[in-house]
């Protein structure tokens, strides 16, 4: 062999099938470490914080709360307001959230003063109770009533994402109202500096981030008054008359979102499927199928009604259609076919017919339904079954579960609203009350405010036998208070006890502690009714039968006393005598 030939060797096929497998070998020797490189990398990092390629629509980036805010809040809040105007969940939803945090009757004014001794102060509780019913009948400069007021703070807290409502002392006749104001009001695009004070999305504050003003649209509430400062098209209202409340997710937020938004683009889709899947299974139960023909001509007659109908209406107008006019008409008309239930039509000559097959409607759809209004439920804090009205599977332990944390989430929002509503309406409000009601003492302003408290909407027990039952028990055992279990109720304690002292005056002390056994209706022989019968005094009670009777609470008063028993001044109760 020359040099040439050692210089240029060719490479056999051998020579090349190893160095391929050699490569090879290699290659997924050094894959294997890189790869269990990674599997202790992993055991050491976090999973979420890893990016896959199938991990690449999810961000890795976030940015500051507030610069989100001030570019999508408009947006956020339009949607929001969109869901709550036109999309049944989001409807039914608000209307549950308004009768389970508020209920029939809001939350009520429940005065607790008390003289020296410890008595109930009930006169003054009352002109109190009965002073804020006034004042509520026009709580809003507009004319509201407090409880639409509540209504529409709850609403907003929901929709708008924020609570902002202005007070306005010196109005009305009690010397004071609110106003509540539109969220939108408060300009998000607005990022200035003032006085050497920052301006950010409509706020002013202080370096620590303390709200100082706030800067309101003046083109949406007219006429800016004469103590405001208007800076071009914004009025700058000091924070002291400002209430703006929103429920901080992030440190130093200034503005609140919709809680609608949570799960809103799911809800969004589920409503454009049910609309496309109803229109889905109208046109399927419509259209029957379609003529074919060998060139594609429509079959003749299909629109001599149509024609028909054009051409008597021109009549009538006095129109004279135009041979052009006509062709267009008939070209058009052929595209339409009418159909009636239980028509039969004769197939064309030389047609063939093809019917229409679709999927809609179908079951499986439903399960679509549930799975979507599953995670939007989930984002309001309540459960698949009240949310989406679906009783179908439920049974008493799991709806116990939904609904004890249900009522848990209202409680929640019940002392939200309160804090940011009712204990600051109160405050301002009570001293232009008491001016305004007689024989409430002026001085005595910080007493009252003091003994305020609010009872909320309350719910019925699921079980009330079982409920009923516990209740006696924690009382027996002196685990609770006859008042405590009426405030649970949502009723207010002082008219129980005077409903009771009332019904005790007619009817006397109806004692529920000596109970007697009463033999079912089930059991009765032929005498049961017989009470006169020694025998059947003596009659010993069938072990058998004995968990068969009913316990019932004896009217002593009303059934052995013509006259109700009257209480003695000591408190107790005592039969009247015969000279009565």
Known sequence: MGFLDKLFKRETSAERAAWLDQAVSGAAAQAQQHFLAEIRTARRSFEAAETPAWTDSWPTNAAPINDDLARQLPTLRARARGMARNNEWAIGYLLQLDDQVLGESGMRLQMRLKHRDGTPDTTNNNRIEAGFTRWSSAADVSGLSWREVESLALKSMIVDGELLYRMRPLAGQFKFQIQML?????????????????????????????????????????????????????????????????????????????????????????????????????????????????????????????????????????????????????????????????????????????????????????????QQLRGWSAARGMSYVSLGNDLESVNYSSARVGIVSEREHFKAMQGMLRAWLHDEIITAALPGIVLATPGLDMSRVANYLAAVSWQPRRWAGIDPVKEANANETNLRLKLTSRRRLILERGEDPDEVFAEIDAEEEIFGLIDAAAPQDVPAEDDAGDDAGDTTDPADQDEEVDPKTANKTIRRAPLVAVREHAHPMRRHSSGSYVAPSNGD
């Open 182 to 370: 539109d969220p939108s009001l408060l300009d998000v695009s607005l990022h200035r500096e003032w006085q050497g004070r920052r301006v950010r999305m409509g706020v002013e504050i202080t370096d620590d981030g303390a709200p100082v003003a706030y800067w309101l649209l003046m083109n949406k509430t007219g006429d800016a008054p004469s103590e405001l400062v208007s800076v071009g098209r914004h009025i700058r209202v000091p924070a002291t008359q400002i209430r703006h409340r929103f429920i901080r997710h992030e440190v130093g937020q200034l503005r609140g979102y919709p809680e609608l938004s949570g799960g809103a683009r799911r809800l969004w889709m589920l409503h454009d499927f049910e609309e496309s899947a109803a229109v889905a299974s109208s046109n399927a139960a419509k259209r029957q199928g379609f003529f074919v023909s060998p060139d594609g001509e429509a079959p003749r007659g299909f629109a001599d009604t149509i024609i028909s109908g054009v051409l008597e209406s021109a009549k009538a107008s006095g129109k004279v259609l135009t041979t052009d006019e006509v062709q267009a008409i008939t070209a058009a008309a052929e595209k339409y076919a009418t159909t009636l239930p239980g028509q039969y039509d004769t197939l064309p000559v030389g047609y063939d017919f093809r019917p229409y097959e679709s999927k809609w409607p179908t079951i499986e759809s439903g399960s679509y339904v549930k």
